[in-house]
């Protein structure tokens, strides 16, 4: 399955400088009894422009807040939503850093009354004077407070580049406390402040301290606090400083516990370390285009960069590099998205990744991404939303949304997530391993990759190179005699260089695989009225070889099914999406619209999905109801006795180019025949998804012409109203596939079909009185169809009668051809002499009718009356055993041996004579 073409959220305003100016995108939290959750909503600060607010569940821009023209942010925005209950009103507080035209922290303050409409904007700003490094992270911290204005129900944390901490009021009229601690300090002069985060202590225990409650119990400290007053963890990551790349190991990861308190004066009581974590590193990272993110969930610090994802277990004694992800190309944006998932993109595509196996899930080119935003803008990641299942980013000044609930599998209203990165999803999807398996432009012999294909030793694998490269040739130069010549040269044993392996003899799937991958390609047909829609898939035919084809048919290989896992193989690493139902007859239909390469494939015996029967049923069903005007003037023609036959007339209507009558007809009864193999409910049911009610009409039609002219009844009463040929009921169908199809049919047209069939006649004009007598012609077809059936179970039930009379005749003639093996009845005419006929021939008369009886050798012979020669059944009802033979087989040895005259004559006397009626002549 690919991934979808993502959603437009909004659009975002350009930066007013567009060559210097940014766009940074931070979350929205809500703030209810002292603790803080993730709203469904992005804050976007744009340099110069404005502080917009956006739904990402119901796509739509919530607020907005214009600043000056020369504004530039130097950090994520931080917005907080929250109820006052007792003021009956909802405050959203929006917080920005500045580093231009003042170092300066800002806050929007938007209050939203019960009784009032337009909402009440206020802001606050306060200087930064005592650090000149931009603030790198602004955050919340939930204070417990609970006053009659609920003013201080939280405080906002600042982090600057230099690692000072500052703590303010909601307002920002108040600052708690400003400063650098101390851990900070010792690696200030070569370490700048990258990121930080701010962890609720509930969600640090249950994973970041679980395995550490030391560390859980060194936070809370000596003072027994409450639930509302509990303190929360700080996670600040540092880099080396105006480093161009630096290892994992170099990077500072310190974790401190910030009291909800703020009146302490000390150090250890404003800010208390915890520890300071130091990561084993496997290589240089770029320090260009890195991003950090944290997961409280599993504890889980990732670190996204242009070659890959990292991520760290936190809550272990010593954390550690879990999984690691990287590739040769450059990402763009990387982000994690479930435990063992992220979702990443580059120069070519957009795609979701394994990192336990290295495998792509998801994938999706980057040129059928919104061709209406900027093609050239990469994309950025900003957060995932778990419970929406959706990953949020930009491209260009567009906020897009992508849908990866596909990933996830929900059963029941359970919010629990099933497992994911299972194996079974990753085979076949590996990177690197397989990506170019049919790649037959590397020159390198790919002993590895081949082993599942038996090219185990340098000559098979000479011998595969050399086919690939006679089919890559042949593909170009679209000659089908190369390609077959090359495919009879690689399967034909030495002994025969043209017979191919048939039926029950071993071949390599894998190298059908490949063939099939070389006749089919799949394309993509973008809607031109709609161009944020995905693009559809067909199917094309590159080339039709001939005798390739017509091996693969029989062998039952040259399927809908094959030929799709043969695509998804060719185009690894990307991940086609699955194909339409009818794609595969479509093709065969477009490259030969005589439709003998159809009717070919549909005739062998390659298994087909109901569904794409249904469309291969669906598309004869319109041809013949399209040359229903050739047939009348046939009919007509035919009248008039203007023509000798009807399929002279039907050729020189319908033209050599298309499909003859008679290809349409085999098409329509094969397809018929195949889909009668399946289950009869899924027949029902695929019937009435893939056809109307006409083509069901139709349908119904032609199995009533199969069961009239099928020698299971008598013909219509009436005159039929188009000449029936014989093209229209070859190959005939048995009576249990025109009994079970007709049932289906009539099911999939439903009751609610048969009584709409009849339009109100007071809402017809004149004009319209074929269309009442077409509409009445279709309500009497069930009287009709039941007519029909009665007079098929009189025939059958007279068929039931005459098998019983003639029960004992039936019994022996079995008996007689069991016993008459096509070894024996050549060595009985080899003894006789070549003077004594085998059997003699009499004409006689039964009831006005000539016979020919053929009696037995021996019999009928002299005179004798053929009455009793061959008439009248042995009284045993046994037939006459075969002759003793002149040679045995010896069981102990297997030794042929020769019987004596005496063994013969004994062997004969043993067996029992067939008894009879005689009659005597004198």
């Not at 803080?36 to 739904?55: F, L, M, P, Q």
């Not at 910030?258 to 974590?277: K, Y």
């Not at 009869?680 to 109307?692: D, F, H, P, Q």
Request: charged share 20%; proline share 5%; with cysteine.
């Amino acid at each position: 399955m690919d991934l979808q073409s993502p959603s437009i959220l909004a659009q975002l305003p350009r930066p007013l400088h567009a060559s210097t100016g940014k766009t940074r995108i931070g979350d929205v939290y809500s703030l209810a009894d002292a603790k803080k959750r993730k709203r469904y909503e992005v804050s976007v600060a744009v340099d110069g422009e404005a502080i917009n607010i956006y739904n990402v569940q119901t796509p739509k821009l919530v607020t907005s807040y214009a600043v000056p023209p020369q504004s530039i942010f130097s950090c994520r925005p931080c917005s907080v939503r929250r109820k006052i209950s007792k003021k009956s009103l909802v405050q959203r507080q929006t917080y920005v850093a500045a580093t231009k035209p003042e170092h300066q922290l800002k806050c929007f303050v938007e209050e939203i009354s019960n009784g009032s409409s337009a909402p009440a904007i206020s802001s606050s700003t306060t200087t930064i004077t005592d650090s000149r490094s931009p603030t790198a992270f602004i955050g919340i911290l939930p204070t417990g407070h609970d006053d009659e204005d609920e003013k201080d129900s939280f405080d906002v944390v600042t982090v600057h580049g230099d690692g000072r901490i500052r703590r303010l009021s909601a307002d920002l009229k108040t600052q708690r406390w400003s400063i650098q601690h101390s851990e900070i300090s010792k690696t200030s002069s070569t370490h700048t402040v990258q990121t930080c985060f701010l962890i609720d202590i509930e969600d640090a225990r249950k994973a970041l301290f679980k395995r550490r409650q030391d560390l859980a119990a060194l936070a809370l400290g000596d003072q027994m606090t409450d639930a509302a007053s509990e303190p929360s963890i700080l996670l600040v990551i540092s880099h080396p400083k105006d480093a161009v790349s630096f290892a994992l190991e170099d990077v500072n990861i310190q974790v401190f516990s910030v009291p909800t308190s703020s009146a302490a004066q000390e150090e250890s009581q404003r800010l208390r370390h915890l520890q300071t974590i130091r990561v084993p590193g496997f290589k240089k990272i770029n320090s260009n285009g890195l991003q950090w993110n944290f997961h409280p969930g599993s504890a889980g610090l990732q670190l996204s960069f242009d070659k890959g994802f990292f991520s760290i277990d936190m809550s272990q004694y010593a954390p550690s590099v879990t999984s690691q992800f990287t590739l040769d190309g450059n990402f763009s944006s990387v982000m994690r998205v479930s435990p063992q998932c992220i979702i990443g993109a580059t120069d070519s595509l957009v795609a979701v990744y394994d990192t336990q196996y290295q495998s792509v899930q998801r994938s999706i080119a980057l040129r059928e991404i919104l061709p209406t935003t900027d093609s050239n803008a990469p994309i950025s990641f900003i957060s995932y939303f778990a419970k929406l299942g959706i990953a949020v980013g930009t491209k260009g000044n567009a906020l897009i949304a992508f849908d990866l609930t596909s990933l996830h599998s929900h059963s029941g209203p359970s919010l629990k997530r099933s497992r994911d990165g299972l194996l079974i999803d990753a085979i076949g999807r590996g990177i690197g391993a397989s990506a170019g398996q049919w790649d037959v432009a590397s020159k390198k012999h790919r002993s590895d990759n081949m082993t599942s294909s038996h090219l185990n030793s340098p000559e098979r694998i000479e011998r595969w190179n050399k086919l690939t490269e006679t089919i890559s040739q042949a593909i170009e130069s679209k000659d089908a005699d190369v390609f077959d010549r090359a495919v009879q040269t690689y399967f034909c044993p030495p002994g025969s260089p043209t017979t191919l392996p048939t039926l029950g003899e071993y071949v390599d799937p894998e190298s059908t695989l490949f063939l099939l991958s070389k006749i089919f390609v799949v394309e993509s047909s973008e809607s031109k009225l709609d161009m944020t829609a995905p693009s559809s898939f067909h199917l094309r035919i590159v080339l039709w070889p001939r005798i390739t084809c017509a091996w693969l048919i029989n062998l039952g290989h040259l399927s809908p099914d094959n030929v799709e896992i043969a695509l998804r193989r060719a185009s690894k690493p990307h991940i086609i999406q699955p194909l339409p139902t009818g794609t595969f007859t479509q093709a065969l239909i477009d490259s030969d619209p005589s439709m003998r390469r159809v009717n070919h494939v549909l005739g062998g015996s390659s298994a087909f999905t109901v569904n794409e029967l249904s469309y291969a049923l669906k598309y004869f069903l319109t041809q013949a109801r399209d040359r229903s005007g050739a047939l009348e003037e046939t009919a007509r023609a035919i009248t008039n006795g203007d023509i000798a036959t009807p399929t002279e007339e039907l050729s020189r209507h319908l033209g050599s180019e298309t499909a003859t009558v008679k290809a349409i007809f085999k098409g329509l009864n094969t397809s018929l025949h195949k889909i009668h193999l399946h289950p009869l409910s899924s027949v029902t049911k695929s019937l009435r998804s893939n056809l109307a009610r006409q083509e069901l009409i139709s349908m119904i039609h032609h199995l009533r012409l199969s069961l009239a002219t099928g020698g299971y009844m008598s013909r219509f009463s009436e005159n039929p109203p188009t000449p029936i040929t014989i093209d229209m009921v070859t190959p005939p169908l048995s009576l249990k596939t025109i009994t079970d199809l007709l049932t289906s049919a009539v099911d999939a047209v439903g009751p609610s079909g048969w009584i709409s069939a009849l339009p109100n006649v007071n809402d017809l004009d004149d004009e319209t009185a074929s269309t009442i007598a077409a509409a009445t012609r279709e309500m009497d077809l069930i009287a009709d169809m039941r007519a029909e059936v009665s007079a098929t179970l009189g025939g059958v039930e007279e068929a039931t009668y005459l098998k019983g009379i003639l029960r004992e005749y039936l019994q022996f003639a079995e008996q007689v051809v069991a016993s008459n093996t096509a070894g024996n009845v050549v060595a009985k005419v080899e003894e006789e002499p070549i003077d004594k006929p085998s059997h003699l021939i009499r004409h006689e008369k039964l009831n006005g009718a000539d016979l020919l009886v053929y009696s037995r050798p021996g019999e009928g012979e002299d005179g004798v009356d053929g009455e009793a020669s061959g008439k009248m059944l042995p009284l045993s009802m046994k037939a006459a055993s075969t002759d003793v033979t002149r040679t045995k087989v010896k069981k102990s040895t297997g030794e042929a041996k020769v019987r004596s005259d005496r063994e013969i004559s004994y062997l004969r006397r043993k067996e029992a004579g067939k008894y009879s009626f005689e009659k005597l002549l004198i």
